[in-house]
């Protein structure tokens, strides 16, 4: 991920609604939530969870599969490590390579 990709995902997760959302959905893991289910579940207006899921898929967060007219939601997790793996991409004294336990740690089958 580059510096400008990484600051578009960091931005749209700098929305108490769209970090909720990105939170739920890494919950969900491989299944997911229709977007009626995530408004619902966190009160916000369909027009607007639209909205902020649009967001969320522009900045490589999240994914989207339709079945008919129902739309499910899925956090993009090579994504979101894309965006860990930025952030440290020179911890450990330019050593990236020492970080990458904690990366493979944190890479899930979802």
Do not use: W
Not at 60 to 65: H, I, T
Not at 80 to 108: K, S, T, V, W, Y
């Amino acid at each position: 991920m580059d510096k400008h990709r990484s600051i578009e995902a960091l931005a749209a997760l700098a929305h108490e609604t769209r970090l909720d959302v990105f939170r739920l959905l890494v919950k969900q893991g491989a299944d997911g939530m229709a977007a009626g289910d995530i408004g619902d579940r966190l009160a916000v207006r369909q027009n607007t969870m639209s909205a902020n899921l649009a967001v969320l898929s522009r900045a490589g967060l999240v994914r989207s599969k339709r079945d008919g007219r129902s739309v499910t939601y899925f956090a993009d997790f090579d994504g979101m490590r894309g965006l860990l793996g930025f952030l440290m991409e020179d911890c450990c004294g330019g050593n990236p390579q020492l970080c990458q336990p904690l990366l493979d740690e944190i890479a899930c089958a979802c």
